[in-house]
């Protein structure tokens, strides 16, 4: 069974920092490029963040380029996503996903095979 679990979550003051952290199992995570999405309230699922299957090669949306930095370890089948200097507007629901065929366009969610359940980052102002 697939599982991708997200932790890490919770409320954070503008600001400030927090580190997600998802869990994978049940697939060969080597083979797979990871994502981050995000949901805010009434709002469309954003990408965030990606990163190819060997973390050779990473992408940002833009409002979070220079804060925010994606890493993946293959022998702990876990993909991290640092986050600092949080912004209100940042405060959603995170999801990390797994996508077999990484390309330029990892930002887009609909290409994404696995996805976990999500954790809330609420950020206060």
């Known amino acids: 069974e697939v599982q991708l679990v997200e932790s890490g979550g919770g409320l954070v003051q503008a600001g400030g920092s927090l580190r997600l952290s998802c869990a994978a199992s049940?697939?060969?995570?080597?083979?797979?490029?990871m994502g981050w999405f995000r949901q805010a309230p009434g709002k469309e699922r954003e990408g965030v963040s990606c990163?190819?299957?060997?973390?050779?090669?990473?992408y940002y949306t833009d409002s979070v380029k220079g804060r925010f930095t994606i890493s993946k370890d293959n022998a702990k089948n876990t993909v991290y996503l640092p986050m600092n200097s949080l912004k209100p507007e940042a405060t959603a629901v995170y999801y990390c996903?797994?996508?077999?065929?990484?390309?330029?366009?990892?930002?887009?969610?609909?290409?994404?095979?696995?996805w976990g359940q999500g954790t809330q980052v609420p950020v206060s102002s």
């Open positions: 990163i190819s299957s060997v973390g050779d090669n990473t």
């Open positions: 049940g697939f060969t995570f080597d083979d797979y490029g």
């Open positions: 996903a797994a996508v077999f065929l990484y390309g330029t366009s990892c930002l887009n969610a609909w290409q994404y095979a696995y």
